[in-house]
């Protein structure tokens, strides 16, 4: 997978580990130009993105004293899979302070906990560039939102993307230790007009975790509430 500062400071002990999900690229959570941040944050922040590969560089988080880790949507279950398998003298687990995932499950493709099967396998095997901007507008939730998504510098090509979640498909049926990866969450965040990851079955896969969630009238993603979520160093705490 690729890593992408988003920000980063020299002299910041503090890092924010965010997988993004499938499709994702550095400018869907670019830092807004003004009145969201003020100054220096004292947190760097890397995106993972791009699941073709599932290498990752272990030494780039662990040169930081404390870790947190966002995750959205198929960052979720990658963000588990990947700790999960870490060896012990790779862990970073005992880094992490927090973690917070948002509009996922750690079972993605889960007729009850995740996507549907038939149609994760339906949208995986049917790509193009028809269904993708159908997807693209599902996961906006309005035209306005869609219209804000494409207008933000997207480059990957439908090709690239359907790669990437033929791996990502790979890589769950793949994971052996899905309890362990699932262990990792200590709270998430739930949308109900969520038309990608059905609510019910992400509050079903919280409830059988015991992981605690809040509710967000939010679509599967949501441009504001990703700036809060990166760089407002208060908004976790006032979830």
């Known amino acids: 997978m690729r890593q992408t500062f988003l920000r980063h400071t020299d002299g910041n002990d503090s890092l924010m580990l965010f997988f993004a999900g499938w499709g994702a690229e550095p400018c869907m959570f670019a830092e807004p130009e003004s009145g969201m941040t003020a100054g220096r944050l004292p947190y760097d922040i890397l995106l993972c993105w791009d699941y073709r590969s599932m290498d990752f560089d272990m030494e780039v988080p662990r040169r930081y004293g ?22 012990s003298g ?9 973690s917070l995932a948002v509009c996922g499950t750690p079972f993605p493709i889960d007729d009850q906990r995740g996507i549907p099967k038939a149609i994760f396998d339906g949208t995986a095997d049917g790509l193009s560039d028809r ?6 507008r599902r996961m906006c939730g309005s035209s306005e939102a869609l219209d804000q998504l494409l207008s933000s510098g997207l480059t990957r090509t439908t ?24 262990c990792l969450w ?7 007009e969520d ?11 919280w409830e059988s975790l015991g992981v605690p969630y ?11 509430l990703f700036r809060q ?6 908004s976790w705490t006032r979830l």
């Open 66 to 87: 404390t870790i947190r880790i966002l995750a959205w949507s198929m960052g979720v279950s990658m963000a588990g899979r990947l700790l999960a398998a870490t060896s």
């Open 90 to 98: 790779h862990d970073i687990s005992p880094l992490v302070t927090d």
């Open 131 to 136: 269904s993708m901007a159908k997807f693209r």
């Open 159 to 182: 090709e690239e993307l359907r790669e990437e979640l033929l791996s990502i498909r790979d890589a769950v049926l793949e994971c052996s230790d899905v309890e362990s990866a699932a």
């Open 186 to 192: 200590r709270r998430a965040i739930v949308g109900t």
């Open 195 to 205: 038309m990608i990851f059905p609510a019910s079955n992400q509050r079903r896969a």
């Open 214 to 224: 809040v509710i967000s009238d939010m679509p599967h993603y949501e441009t504001r």
């Open 229 to 234: 979520l990166l760089y407002q160093q208060d």
